[in-house]
C-alpha cells in the first residue's frame, strides 16, 4: 500500500494543471498530493527498517540498519536528476514543462519496488507474535494510549536525524545555488559528492555501532557532528566554491559518523513486534 501512495500521487504531480489554468485548486492539489506522499513515505522506510532488523543478524544490526537508510536515499537520485537536467534543459524549459518528466518517470521505479516486495517472506519476529494471539486489534491506538514517553523519544531522536539530514542535503545546495549573494554553480554536483562520501561514513559508523555499542557511537557521534556544524555552517555563506566544498565534506563526515546507528537506536526503544511498526512510523511521521 506504501509504495502505491508513494507512486500515484508522485505520477499525479507530473500531471497537474497549472495555477494560470485552474488556480488556486493546482496549489490545494499539489499540498494534497505531497502529504499523501509524506505519510506513505513515513511507513515505506520505516516498515524496510523494521523488517531487515527482525531479519538480520543479530550482531550486525547497526550496519544493516544503516543500509536501509543508504539504499533508500532517494535524495541522492534526486539531486543527481536536478543536476541532469539543469544540464539538458534550459531554466525555461524546465519551468514550462521539463519538470514533469522526473514525477511522470517514478512510477516505474516503483514497479521495480513492488516486484521486489513481492517476494520478500515475512519475519520470524512477527509470525511468532502472530501465532501466539499477541497482535493488537488496533496496534495505533495502543501505541498512542500506552506507549507515549517512547512516542515523545522518537520524535525527538528522529528530529535531530531527519533535519540535520535535509538542511545538509536539500536546503544547503538550494541556499548555496540560488540563495547566497555569490552562488555556487556547482553546489548540486558538490552536495552529490559529500552525501556519497557521507554514506561511506555512514556504513563506517554502522559497522563500529555493531563492533561497540549504538549508545556509544551516538553519543561521541553526535557531539562531534553538533560542534562541526556549530563551526562550518556560518562560512557557508561567504566562502569561496573550494572552501565550501571542504566545509560540506566535514559536515557530511560528521553527520555520517553520528547517522550509522541511529535506526538501531530507535527500533531497540521498541520491544513489542506486534506494534513495532506503527510506532515507529508514527514517530517518524510526527
Known amino acids: 500500500i506504501s509504495i502505491f501512495m508513494m507512486a500515484f500521487p508522485t505520477f499525479l504531480t507530473g500531471c497537474l494543471p497549472t495555477y494560470h489554468q485552474i488556480g ?3 496549489t490545494l492539489l499539489l499540498v494534497l498530493l505531497r502529504l499523501i506522499q509524506g505519510l506513505s513515505v513515513g511507513g515505506e522506510i520505516t516498515g524496510a527498517l523494521v523488517y531487515v532488523l527482525e531479519i538480520c543478524p543479530p550482531n550486525r544490526r547497526s550496519l544493516f540498519g544503516i543500509l536501509v537508510q543508504v539504499s533508500g536515499s532517494g535524495t541522492l537520485l534526486a539531486i ?4 541532469t537536467m539543469r544540464a539538458v534543459f534550459t531554466d525555461e524549459q524546465i519551468y514550462s514543462w521539463a519538470w514533469r518528466l522526473p514525477f511522470l518517470s517514478g512510477i516505474v521505479v516503483a514497479g521495480f519496488g513492488i516486484w521486489i516486495r513481492r517476494a520478500l517472506p515475512v519475519s520470524g ?25 517512547i512516542i515523545l523519544v522518537l520524535v525527538c531522536h528522529l528530529c535531530v536525524t531527519g533535519s540535520s539530514y535535509y538542511s545538509i542535503y ?5 541556499f548555496l545555488h540560488e540563495l547566497r549573494d555569490d552562488p ?17 561514513f555512514g556504513i563506517f559508523s554502522g559497522w563500529l555501532g555493531d563492533r561497540y555499542s549504538p ?3 551516538l553519543l561521541i557521534g553526535g557531539v ?3 560542534i562541526v556544524m556549530v563551526i562550518c555552517m556560518p562560512f557557508l555563506a561567504t566562502a569561496n566554491e573550494g572552501i565550501s566544498a571542504l566545509l560540506m565534506l566535514m559536515i557530511g563526515i560528521s553527520f555520517g559518523l ?17 506494534t513495532r511498526y506503527s510506532a515507529l512510523g508514527i514517530g517518524y511521521n510526527i
Open 24 to 26: 488556486i485548486a493546482s
Open 80 to 83: 543527481i536528476v536536478e543536476a
Open 125 to 149: 519476529e512477527f509470525m511468532h507474535s502472530k501465532n501466539e494471539n499477541k497482535l493488537k486489534e488496533n496496534p495505533i491506538t495502543y501505541v498512542l494510549w500506552n506507549n507515549k514517553l
Open 170 to 174: 536539500v536546503w544547503l545546495p538550494t
Open 184 to 200: 555556487l554553480p556547482n553546489a548540486y554536483a558538490i552536495t552529490v559528492a559529500v552525501m556519497i562520501v557521507g554514506m561511506v
Open 215 to 217: 549508545i556509544r557511537v
Open 224 to 226: 562531534t557532528y553538533l
Open 258 to 274: 553520528y547517522s550509522g546507528p541511529t535506526s538501531v537506536w530507535a527500533l531497540d526503544q521498541l520491544t513489542d513486534a506486534s
